[in-house]
T-cell receptor
């Protein structure tokens, strides 16, 4: 089955700096790659996603890049703010079966003042 | 987005008892339901997948006789933790999916915090 690895497990940045989180996946059939932000005790919140037919997608301060050949994708957050502090998960899904997601191990992002 | 509710939001039960968690998709029909478990400071781990009207498919290592899943309608699924033990204490999250609503995006319930004493 699909295996998703995520790095780093913790990331501390100064407010205003950029943060980058990287994920790799194992199954070349995966075609959908969402990123979630999860605050303590809450459900995961979709912040951006990318499909396999696109190499990059941007939404204001957040961007995701996908390299299908290398089977890795990255989340980029620019101009970080304290409210960006949370745990971020990448995920990958293979078409069919209701789009079962395989999650990465998570990154605890801390934005310091 | 989609409206998904889960009940209860938190529950404390004694070891050996059973707990039922309900998940409802309020504004769309969920043809597939995923149930995840999340231990503290860990990722979401898929427990099982169910399609409306059929038996659930469990992931490796998840006991089907301990975690009973019922997906009797397109808007309601239940997860029953039977004979709960302290190691079952976790955050349980449902995720209804519908090819009709959005073939890619998954929606999540708010989660149920289970504590077994």
């Amino acid at each position: 089955g699909e295996n998703v690895e995520q790095h780093p497990s913790t990331l501390s940045v100064q407010e205003g700096d950029s943060a980058v989180i990287k994920c790799t996946y194992s199954d070349s059939a995966s075609n959908y790659f969402p990123w979630y932000k999860q605050e303590l005790g809450k459900r995961p919140q979709l912040i951006i996603d990318i499909r396999s037919n696109v190499g990059e997608k941007k939404d204001q301060r957040i961007a995701v890049t996908l390299n299908k050949t290398a089977k890795h994708f990255s989340l980029h957050i620019t101009e970080t703010q304290p409210e960006d502090s949370a745990v971020y998960f990448c995920a990958a899904s293979i078409p069919g079966g209701g789009n079962k997601l395989t999650f990465g191990t998570g990154t605890q992002l801390k934005v310091e003042l | 987005g989609a409206v998904v509710s889960q009940h209860p939001s938190w529950v404390i039960c004694k070891s050996g008892t059973s707990v039922k968690i309900e998940c409802r998709s309020l504004d769309f029909q969920a043809t597939t339901m995923f149930w995840y478990r999340q231990f503290p400071k860990q990722s979401l781990m898929l427990m099982a997948t169910s399609n409306e009207g059929s038996k659930a498919t469990y992931e490796q290592g998840v006991e089907k006789d301990k975690f009973l899943i019922n997906h009797a309608s397109l808007t309601l699924s239940t997860l029953t933790v039977t004979s709960a033990h302290p190691e079952d204490s976790s955050f349980y999250i449902c995720s209804p999916s519908s090819q009709g609503k959005n073939p890619y995006e998954q929606y999540f319930g708010p989660g149920t915090r289970l504590t077994v004493t």
